[in-house]
DNA sequence: GGGCTGACGTGGC
DNA sequence: CGCCACGCCAGCC
């Protein structure tokens, strides 16, 4: 199921699983690349799930809640900044995501 | 099979 | 806070 997720990872082994969480990313809130990688169970994927994004249905997923772990936007994704702050992140002077404030914490 | 790329992460300065 | 080097590994040529 869930737990025997090891040995090879593919982008679409992993399509499905980021998919899964990244939906579940409540608004207003972030994850990060590694975070999700972890919670897919491929800890040293993150970029992999980046490679997933890039591909990812933007509208139909809220893509734009995940960011790296320095908090900084996607690359060739402009439109980011504009979806965060539409849900009430305030982005640093740099333009980063203050993880501090707004990164997903599972209580 | 070999080498470069990249929506990453961590550590050092 | 910023930049850089290094480690990481699937994907692509």
Redesign the pocket.
């Known amino acids: 199921m869930l737990s025997t997720e090891n040995s090879?990872?593919?982008?679409?082994?992993l399509r499905e699983v980021v998919y899964e969480i990244v939906a579940q990313i409540p608004q207003g809130r972030v994850l990060?690349?590694?975070?999700i990688?972890r919670l897919a169970g491929y800890p040293?994927?993150?970029?992999?799930?980046?490679?997933v994004?890039?591909?990812?249905p933007?509208g139909q997923l809220p893509?734009?809640r995940?960011v790296?772990?320095?908090?900084?936007l996607?690359?060739?994704?402009p439109a980011?900044a504009t979806l965060l702050e539409a849900e009430g992140v305030i982005l640093?002077p740099?333009?980063?995501v203050?993880l501090k404030t707004y990164l997903w914490q599972i209580d």
């Open positions: 090879t990872p593919s982008e679409d082994s990060t690349y590694g975070a990688a040293n994927h993150s970029r992999l799930v980046g490679r994004m890039r591909g990812a933007d893509c734009h995940v790296s772990a320095s908090g900084r996607a690359p060739h994704y980011q640093s740099t333009g980063k203050p």
